[in-house]
């Protein structure tokens, strides 16, 4: 049985190919088109898919949507009653885009695959939002039984769903509905601190280290928000005032001046210089959320008494309240997927489809990241001789490792670009910047010079799993795509200055030789060298573009920055000087 899982038009469009319950390929629209986030209809994504399969678009008995449009127009409708008349510039600009493409959804799907293949599918299916995403998490989790806590901005209504898996099934305890929204009172505060919503909430939890938790401006904060902006129940339910909130009908998340007067503290624009006031107030939603997210997953784990918990939707990416969760010990065991927002929901809608037609099916989806496209040594030397660079081809992989191990303990930064692209938004080790995370200024150097962003933002230590334990305090020791937070221990963390956030915690990405055995034996030798465990491992990709796919994109990236060397394949790059 052969499916094809679309995700389209909000935002992180995917495609992603499920042959027997089996991924066999996924890829975002952003990674072909260079647009980062991009939400168009990703044509480029299906037409990858289908060549990785070896499929022609009459193979597929089902293509499958990862939400429903109808009710979310039926939302869209209600709100704009509701709040009549202040929505009508919202109104004028949303139905036009839904009468041309989302509310008769079949035909346009229909449309892009004549326009672009020739054939017109009639096999269409929806699912909902929030089982796209519990779908994907349960299916790829590896447990029989677990609590499934899906929280994102808003899917048709739902806006955080509380689940329950067993044996295959999935079944919805409880749901929150729009306009009441953990997702959407985050991205509220990316917007009055200046940065882009639906992008760069990762930011503000970035930041939120760098907030004062004692001081009385940052207690304030938190007693407004709790006070006066939302209502918390004590299982996590949550209310919003919608005097402060204009998401709901306008094109703005918020009222800015109403916020203003509220927090007596002037918003950030864009670009401009951040406060300690900004910085306290990221920690204040940051702490908010995060007791929300508790009272949640306490709840769940009452109502089902599962050990196992699953988290997934957009908010999933805080990896800091994800590492929280795991330390409180309220479930024996957390699972994040590798792509847990929107995109993943493309890989979702088709594992639910596939587990609805075979329900005696065990849960047995691959659960290895790295399912998108892969370049041979031809797409690489056509890629070199355009650019007319310089670069040597070493023989065995075994001579990589350690000529890259040791440029890198030479202090290099080094682009790494390997196999199959990752899905999701993480780097895993196949479209990497790699960098020792002993130098003292490391950190600073690639946020300024390579990265070109913003000086606060942190980076993610790569470790060997078996060492995992000796640096940070890590239940299980395991977490390959970089969902958790851990706290540094104390005799290790002065020795690791570019990956320790500056309240001793890391974003930290495990890796075994199961995981990915190139870049678990470069990280080996690295080891070997220099008796160090650990790298830093950031994104290949400068702000404000898509981590790199093909050879091209990663030559031109190499070129636009100050990475020191390139990798693709066994092919070593250096700058022409």
């Known amino acids: 049985m052969i499916i094809l899982g679309l995700s389209a038009h909000f935002h992180d469009s995917s495609a992603a190919i499920i042959i027997d319950g089996n991924i066999v390929a996924a890829a975002q629209e952003e990674r072909f088109t260079r647009i980062k986030h991009d939400n168009s209809f990703p044509i480029n994504a299906c037409r990858f898919c289908l060549e990785y399969a070896g499929c022609n678009i009459t193979n597929i008995d089902t293509i499958v949507f990862y939400e429903k449009p109808l009710i979310k127009f039926e939302r869209f409708i209600e709100t704009q009653i509701l709040y009549a008349p202040k929505g009508w510039k919202t109104f004028l600009k949303a139905v036009p885009i839904w009468l041309k493409e989302r509310l008769n959804l079949r035909d346009h799907i229909r449309k892009e695959f004549k326009r672009s293949f020739g054939f017109s599918p009639l096999n269409i299916k929806f699912t909902e939002h929030h089982l796209s995403h519990a779908a994907l998490a349960y299916y790829l989790s590896g447990f029989t039984n677990t609590g499934i806590l899906v929280i994102d901005a808003v899917g048709e209504w739902a806006t955080t769903s509380l689940m329950e898996a067993k044996n295959g099934k999935i079944r919805v305890i409880k749901e929150q509905h729009f306009p009441d929204s953990i997702g959407l009172l985050y991205s509220s505060f990316t917007y009055f601190l200046g940065f882009k919503v639906n992008s760069d909430e990762y930011k503000v939890m970035g930041l939120a280290p760098y907030g004062n938790p004692h001081s009385e401006e940052t207690l304030q904060f938190i007693s407004i928000i709790e006070n006066e902006l939302i209502t918390i129940q004590d299982d996590g339910g949550l209310s919003i005032n919608n ?196 130098v003292q200024d490391m950190k600073k150097k690639i946020n300024a010079s390579i990265k070109f962003r913003e000086e606060f933002r942190p980076f993610a230590p790569v470790i060997l799993q078996e060492e995992a334990d000796k640096y940070f305090n890590m239940p299980n020791n395991d977490s390959p795509y970089m969902m958790f937070t851990a706290t540094a221990k104390h005799l290790k963390s002065d020795e690791l200055p570019a990956v320790i956030h500056i309240d001793n915690t890391a974003r930290v990405q495990t890796i075994t030789k199961k995981d990915n055995k190139l870049f678990y034996n470069l990280l080996s030798d690295f080891h070997s060298i220099t008796g160090c465990p650990v790298l830093l491992n950031t994104s290949f990709n400068i702000m404000g573009e898509p981590i790199v796919c093909s050879p091209e994109d990663a030559i031109q990236t190499f070129q636009k920055s100050n990475i020191d060397f390139l990798i693709i394949g066994n092919y070593l790059i250096t700058k022409n000087r």
């Open 243 to 438: 005097n402060y909130f204009s998401y709901t009908y306008g094109l703005k998340m918020i009222n800015l001046s109403k916020w203003e007067n509220l927090f007596h503290i002037a918003s950030r624009k864009p670009q401009s210089g951040i406060t300690q006031s900004h910085r306290n107030l990221a920690y204040a939603i940051q702490a908010v959320t995060q007791k929300i997210i508790s009272r949640l997953a306490v709840h769940l784990r009452e109502s089902t008494g599962c050990s196992n918990l699953c988290i997934v939707g957009g908010t999933a990416l805080n990896c800091a309240v994800n590492g929280f969760i795991q330390d409180s010990k309220i479930f024996e065991h957390c699972f994040v997927p590798y792509s847990p927002g929107d995109a993943g929901g493309a890989i979702g809608a088709a594992l639910t489809i596939y587990h609805s037609t075979h329900p005696k099916q065990v849960p047995n989806a691959n659960a290895n990241p790295f399912i998108g496209p892969v370049y041979g040594d031809t797409d690489i030397e056509s890629a070199i001789v355009k650019n007319k660079i310089s670069y040597t081809k070493l023989e065995s992989s075994g001579l990589l490792t350690q000529k890259v191990a040791c440029l890198l303990a030479k202090g290099a930064i080094v682009a790494w670009f390997q196999g199959r692209m990752e899905f999701g938004p993480r780097a895993l080790g196949n479209r990497s910047i790699l960098a020792d995370a002993r």
